[in-house]
């Protein structure tokens, strides 16, 4: 008779659960993955997932706040040091490296999610909030109107998340190189940016 294997403690089974709900959400999706999936994938009955995390709902949200809070993180240091445009090319290629390196991850927060897991719009939020923070101490030494900088700061932080999509498919170029497009992008549009834009509808003929 082969030996029983060992007992898992409760956070390595509670972490065995994350990690099979993790798999199954990344290629099925919220909606079409059961509790059913997750527990055999697991090796645990359905009843330990819902001791754990009261269901599939709950366990959805532990997944998506943990990769939130690993991309935000990887980001947030990306961004922390360097002149202007080196952050915007280091917030855009730390994102992209998740992209290539964590697929499973971005699938998860790139599927439509419930309102308890919050998905891509609640990433794309902090990630606003942090770019914003460097856009803000950014306008303020060019003399610009630093309220205006959460404007730019989600607007990068969407250029780079739709362009992450797309990466997804077509694999190439190499994400240094789409790091380094996108930073051009926004850091052309940036140094040209005047004191206080004003409407084409409102300038003269």
């Known amino acids: 008779?082969?030996?029983?294997?060992?007992?898992?403690?409760?956070?390595?089974?509670?972490?065995?659960?994350?990690?099979?709900?993790?798999?199954?959400f990344a290629r099925r999706g919220y909606?079409?993955?059961?509790?059913?999936?997750?527990?055999?994938?697991?090796?645990?009955?359905?009843p330990v997932i819902y001791e754990h995390f009261g269901g599939k709902e709950g366990l959805y949200a532990v997944v998506v706040d943990r990769e939130m809070d690993y991309v935000v993180r990887r980001i947030s240091e990306a961004i922390a040091q360097?002149?202007?445009?080196?952050?915007?090319?280091?917030?855009a290629l730390a994102f992209l490296?998740?992209?290539?390196?964590?697929?499973?991850?971005?699938?998860?927060?790139?599927?439509?999610?419930?309102?308890?897991g919050g998905g891509m719009l609640?990433?794309?939020?902090d990630l606003g909030v942090r770019v914003s923070e460097v856009?803000?101490?950014?306008f303020k030494a060019g003399g610009y109107d630093a309220r205006a900088a959460p404007i730019y700061g989600h607007a990068l932080v969407g250029m780079v998340t739709f362009v992450g999509q797309w990466w997804t498919t077509a694999r190439k170029p190499p994400i240094e190189e789409v790091?380094?497009?996108?930073?051009?992008?926004?850091w052309m549009g940036l140094r040209h940016l005047p004191k206080?834009?004003?409407?084409?509808?409102?300038?003269?003929?």
């Open 135 to 138: 856009f803000t101490a950014s």
């Open 82 to 91: 360097g002149e202007p445009r080196e952050r915007l090319e280091q917030g």
């Open 1 to 24: 008779m082969p030996p029983r294997a060992p007992r898992l403690s409760a956070s390595a089974r509670r972490a065995s659960i994350i990690d099979a709900g993790r798999f199954v």
């Open 179 to 186: 790091a380094t497009h996108i930073a051009a992008l926004a």
């Open 122 to 125: 609640s990433l794309l939020s």
């Open 31 to 46: 909606e079409a993955t059961s509790v059913e999936e997750i527990a055999e994938r697991a090796k645990v009955s359905k």
């Open 196 to 205: 206080r834009p004003t409407s084409i509808r409102n300038r003269p003929r």
């Open 97 to 116: 490296t998740y992209v290539k390196d964590h697929p499973d991850g971005f699938a998860i927060l790139a599927h439509d999610a419930p309102a308890a």
